[in-house]
């Protein structure tokens, strides 16, 4: 088992930049994809950015990119996502997922369903 754990979230200004941080414990070893998804009240889950533990490559929603930068440290198990010129739709819980694993059949990194391992959520308000 995998357990994910997250944090850095809180309440900031527009423009401003915040940094998640998941730490990973249990059958870390087994983890090939790890990375960050939000949902605002009403919404779907959606992809923000998600890291391939194996090599390095990374993969952004079109609403992030530019802005938000994930990045993963192995020696500690965790996984980050530094938030930089928020706005007020990055408003929404954070969930850090990971997947065991390759994507099956015609799964791809932004969809939910393809995530093993979930934590609770932590969450992140833009004001304007």
């Known amino acids: 088992q995998v357990q994910l754990v997250e944090s850095g979230g809180g309440s900031v200004q527009a423009g401003g930049s915040l940094r998640l941080s998941c730490a990973a414990s249990g059958y870390t070893n087994r983890l090939y994809y790890m990375g960050w998804f939000r949902q605002a009240p009403g919404k779907e889950r959606e992809g923000v950015a998600v890291i391939y533990t194996g090599g390095g490559s990374t993969y952004y929603a079109d609403s992030v990119k530019g802005r938000f930068t994930i990045s993963q440290n192995n020696a500690k198990n965790t996984l980050y996502l530094q938030m930089n010129s928020l706005k007020p739709e990055d408003t929404a819980m954070y969930y850090c997922?990971?997947?065991?694993?390759?994507?099956?059949?015609?799964?791809?990194?932004?969809?939910?369903?393809?995530?093993?391992?979930w934590g609770q959520g932590t969450q992140v308000t833009v004001s304007s």
């Open positions: 997922a990971a997947r065991s694993g390759y994507y099956g059949g015609d799964g791809s990194w932004y969809m939910a369903d393809q995530y093993n391992y």
